[in-house]
C-alpha cells in the first residue's frame, strides 16, 4: 500500500528540488556564469514539447493504431529541426535584435508592432492551449488518484468517482496555478529571459526520459525476456498482431500526413515551445547541435512507447479474458478502454497500471513522477509564455489607453505587470479545469492535443510569411489569422462542446439550422468520406486554407504604412540589417534623458535601468551627465528594452507618451523623401564634377603631351639652323686657305642662321609672354601699309632666295588703325614667313594684300581693314584650318612632311590679332595654296 | 671611280655644307630637296650612299628608307640619317629601317665625313 502522505510528500519535495534548481540557475546567471548556456541545457529544454501527452498519451494510441498512431508527432518536430533549421535560425534572429517576448510580440512586431495582431495571437493562443491545458490536469489527476489506489489498477466510472476525479483535478489544477506563479513571476523584475527556468525544464526532461526509460526496461527485459520476447507473445494475439502492419488507406494516410504537419508547426508556434527555442535561446549557435540532439531526445522517449503498449495490452487481454463483463464488451477493434466489473483500465495509462499490477510500488511512484514532470513542465512554461502574452498584448494595451487609470503617472509599474501575469497564470489553468471539467473526459489525450495543435498552426502563415515575404501586410495577417481563428472554432471547439452537450446533436449531424452546406464536420460540403479526412484532417484542411488564401489576397490587395514597411525589412532582411537595427530608427525626434529614465524605471525597475543606461552608455561613450536630449538611436534602444518587458506594441505606446514627435507621418515622410531627392541631386551634380574632372585631367593630359611635342618641335627648330653654323663655322676653320667668296658666303649663312635662332627663341619667349599674360602693348596710330612694307623688308632675302614671286596689293588709301607696331610687324613676318615656307618649291607665288571692308552688324555699321596672305603651296586641309591657331599644333603633324615650324608661330599671331580687336582666320583647299586673312578695326 | 654620295634634305643652309665636305674628300655628289626627287635620283644616278633627313616636305625619310630598301637592286646602297630628331626612339625607328647609320644635328663634320669614309671602304 501507497500511503496518500507518501506520493504528496513525493511531489511536493520533487517541485522543491526543481525551484532549487531554478533558483541555482538564477544565481548562477547573475554571477554570469550561466549553466544555460549550452546545447545540451538547450536542446533539453526544447524537450518541454514532451508533455502528458507523450508520457501517457503515446502509449494508448500506439495500443489503439500501432506506430501511425504517435509516431508523427515526434517525426514532425524532427523534421522541422533537421529541415527547417534556417527558418528557426532567422526567427531567432529577429528576435534577438527586436528583443521579442512571445509568439504574439513576434507576429505583432513584423505588422507594424500592431497592437490589434498581439491581441489576436494572444486570444487565439490562450483559448487554443486551454484544450493542451486540460489535457495535463487530466493527466496529473488520473495518475494521482490511480497510484493513490495502489495496487488497484480500476478506475471507477461512476458519478461519485467522477467528481471525486474533478476534485482531485481542481486541486492539482490549483496546485499547478499556484506553483506556476511562484515558478514563473518569482522576481520582481520583468525580463523576457528566464534562465533558472530553462535549467529546471532541463532537468525535468531528463527525469520524464528516465523514467519512461525505466518502465520500457522493466517490461521488455523484467516481465519478458527483451524484444524479440515480447513481439513474439504480441503477435500471438490477433487484436496486437493487426497492429504490426500499417493500414494505409485514405484515412490513416491524410491522418497522417495532416499530424505531421501540425507537429511542424506547433515545435516552433506553441507559445511555450517559442518561448524555449526562441525567447529563452542564449547563443545562436546552440540551435547547430539542437538540431540533432532534440530530434535524438525524441526517438529516445519514443523508443519503448510499442513494448509498453504492447506489455500492457498482453497482461490486461488476459485479465480481460477471466472477466466476465469485459470480455463482453470488448470490441473488434481496441479503442484504448478496457470496461472490467470493477472499473476500467485506460491505455493512456499502462506504464503506470502495469506497473502497479505488477506489484512495482518504487517505480510506478517514480513513472507518477515522471508523468508529472512532463505535465508541469509544460503547465509552467505555457502559463509563463501565455501570461506574459496576455499581459504585454491584451491587458497592458487596454489599460494604457484608458486615461482613468493615469497609468503615466504612476511611478513604478513593475508591480502590476507582475499582478497581471500572476492572475493571467490563475485563469488560464482555471480555463483549462474547466475545459477538463465539461469536455475532457470523452476525448483521449491525443485527440485533444491535436485541436491545440491546429490553432497554433494558424500562426504559420503570418510567422513564415512574414519573414520570407516583404509584402504581407498587416491587413492580410489580421484576416488570415481571423479567418483560420473561426474555422478552428467551428470545425473543432464547437463539435467537442456539442460531443460534451453543451448544444445540440443536431447541429452536428444536419449543420446549423438544418443547413448541411455549412455543417462543420464537413464544411461547405466537402466529401471527408472521399477525402478520407478525419476531423482534424478536415479542420486543418479549410482552416488554414481559408488562412493562406486570406494573408496573401489581403496582402496583395492592402498597402503597408510606414512602421509596417520598415518591419517588414528588418524582419525579412534581418541577416543584412542585423547590425544597425538601432541606427534605423523610426523615431525622427528626440525625448529628454529623463523622461525616458523615468519610462524605464516604471516598468524594469531602478536597477536594471541603471544597468541598462549605463551599458548603453559604455558602448556609445555617452555621459549622462551631459547628455540631456536622447537621440533617436537612444529612444530606438529605449523602445527595445522596454519591450522586452512590455512587448513591443505596448512598448510602442509607451514611448510614444515620452517622445515629442509622433512617429513618421506623411509629412515627415515626404520630407524625407525629399532630402533623399536633395540627395539624389547633390550626387548627380558630384557625377557631373567628376566627369568634368575627368575630362579636365584628359584635357591636362592633352596638354601635358602637346608640351612634349612643343618641346620636341622646338629642340628640332633650334636643331636645324644649329646645324648649319655648326657645319660652316668648322668648315671656315678647318680650312683657312678657303677662297674669298665661299667664305664671305658661308660666314654670311652662319649670321642668317643665327639670326633665325634668335627668331625662335623670341618666338618662344613671346610665347611664354602671352601664356603667362606679361605682353606689354605699345599702342599708336599707324598706317597699316607701313606695317607690310616693313614687313616684306624684313623678309626679302628670305623670298628672294626662294626665287618667289611676291605681289603687292595694297589700295592707294591708308588704312589706319591703332596698334603696337612691332607685334603686327610680326604678324606679318609670321604670315609672310609661313607663306615662304609652304609655297611651291618651284614657282612659288605669294599674295599679300589690304582693303578696307564695312560690315554691318544691327544698326551699326563698322569699318575694319581686312589684311591676307596667300601662297600657292599644299594647303591646309579643313581639319587642320581648325587647329592651325591652337598652340603646339601644326597643320602637318608627326611623321608625314615637314612641320609648320614651332607650332606657336600662329599662335603668337592669332593673340597678337585678338588683342587688337581683330579676327584671324585661314582659307584653303588642298593643293591649291592657302590664304590667311585676318581684320583689325580701322580708325576714322 | 668616284663613289657617289646624294644628299636629301629640305634645309638649303645644310645643304651647303655638306656638298662643301664631300666635294673637298672627292666625293660625286647630288642634292633633292624631297623624298620623291631623291628617289627618282636613286633610280637613275644609283648613289653608293645617301645622307638622308627625316623631316622633308610630303613623303619623310623614313618613308624613302623604307622604299630603297624594299628594292633588291638597291640593296648595295649605304644609308646614313642626318637628323635633328635626337630622341631615342627617333633613332630606334630609323635604325629598325635597316639605316646604316643615324647621325643627329648638329654634327661634328669630321664624324660625318669619317663615318661616310668607314662605309664605303667596307665594300
Redesign the interface.
Known sequence: MLEQKIIIFVSFGYMGLLFAIAFWGDKRAEAGKSIISNPYIYALSLAVYCTAWTFYGSVGAASRSGATGFLSIYLGPTLMMILGWPVLRKIIRISRINRITSIADFIASRYGKSATIAGAVTIIAVLGIVPYMSVQIKAISTSFQLISQYPDVYMAKTATSLSATKDTAFSVAILLALFSVVFGTRHLEVTERHEGLVAAIAFESIVKLIAIISVGLFITYGLYSGFGDLFTQASLVPKIKQLFVMEVNASTFTGWYNALFLAMMAIFLLPRQFQMIVVENVDENHLKKAVWLFPLYLLAINIFVIPIAFGGMLHFFEQCASDPVCKQTLPETFSGILKFTNGIVDADYFSLTLLMAKKQQGLALFVFIGGMSAATGMVIVETIALSTMVCNDLVMPVLLRLPFLKLEQKSDLSRLLLIIRRVSILLIILLGYLYFHYVVEYYSLVSIGMISFTAVAQFCPAVIGGIFWKGATRRGALWGLLAGFLIWLYTLVLPSLGQAGFLSQDLLTNGPFGIEFLNPTHLFGLDVQLLGFDQYTHAVFWSMFTNIALFIGVSLFSTQNAMERKQAILFVDVFKYSSESEKSSFWRETASVADLRMLLERFLGKNRTDDALSLYARQHNINWGKKLIADAGLVSHAEKLLAGAIGSASALVMVRSVVEEEPLGMDEIMHILDETQQIIIYSQELEKATKDLEAANERLKELDRLKNEFI?TV???L??????????A??VQ??PDLDAQ?HH??VG?II??SERLSRLINNVLDFQKIESGQIQWQMTRLDFREVIEDSIFSTGQLIE?KNIDLTLDISNQAGFVSGDKDRLIQVMVNLISNAVKFCD?EYGKIQVGMYAETIKTGGNENRYLKVFVKDNG?GISKKDQEIVFQKFRQAVAG?????AGTGIGLTITQHIIDSHGGRIWVDSELKKGATFFFTLPLLQ | MKKKILIVD?????I???K??MK?NNYDVQTA??GEKALDLISSWQPDLILLDI??????G?EVCQKIRQEKEFNQIKIVFLS????SIDIAKGMGLAADDYI???????YVVNKIKELLTDT
Open positions: 620636341s629642340t628640332h627648330e636643331r636645324t639652323p644649329l646645324t648649319s653654323v655648326r657645319a660652316l668648322e668648315i678647318n680650312n665661299k658666303r658661308f649663312i642668317k642662321e632666295e618649291p599644299i611623321s608625314k612632311g615637314r612641320p | 629640305d634645309e638649303p643652309n645644310i651647303v655644307p655638306l662643301f665636305l673637298q630637296e624631297t623631316m622633308l616636305p610630303g613623303m619623310d623614313y635633328a630628331m635626337a630622341r643627329t644635328k648638329p654634327f661634328a663634320t669630321d
